[in-house]
């Protein structure tokens, strides 16, 4: 009876060594998570902001701020959606953990569904990535300082 309990406990510890990398992979997604919540906040500051600045401008200044309010809600979306994809992949990898464990418990070979776990989870995860830097490629553009703006002693050369 010793041995056997032996022989699970070792079973179990290379589970849970096994489960290592996907759980890595979690802290990853949500220290991503909180990179995006942060993006996500700024946005819903910003165009708070320009809300405000929406009632007050008139001209040429109130079409910059339709076109940015424009932009912050594409950029609004896509970090959405970019939460969407990481939340997913993390049920995934938690999912994956799970699997690990109910294959060692039961014997049965889920090798396949292993597998295919972890390729959904680093999917999600990639397109997720892919949403954020569309997100900051947009940001940046709105960053730029317009060319109004900037005033040249050389005249634009």
């Known amino acids: 009876m010793n041995g056997i309990s ?63 309010l424009g932009d912050l809600q594409v950029r609004l979306r896509v970090v959405n959606s970019a939460i969407f994809l990481s939340v997913v992949s993390a049920i995934t990898a938690c999912a994956l953990i799970g699997i690990l464990f109910v294959m060692e418990l039961t014997g049965i070979d889920l090798s396949l569904a292993i597998a295919s776990a972890f390729v959904v989870a680093i999917s999600l995860l990639s397109m997720a990535l892919v949403q954020f830097l569309r997100e900051v490629r947009i940001g940046v553009r709105d960053f730029m300082i317009r060319e109004e703006y900037l005033e040249r002693a050389d005249n634009g050369q």
Do not use: C, W, Y
């Open 6 to 68: 032996e022989i699970a406990n070792a079973n179990i510890v290379t589970v849970l060594q096994t489960a290592l990398a996907p759980a890595f992979l979690l802290v990853g997604i949500g220290a991503m998570l909180n990179l995006f919540a942060g993006r996500l906040a700024r946005i819903i500051d910003r165009s708070r902001d320009l809300q405000e600045l929406f009632k007050s401008t008139a001209g040429k200044e109130h079409q910059l701020v339709v076109a940015e």
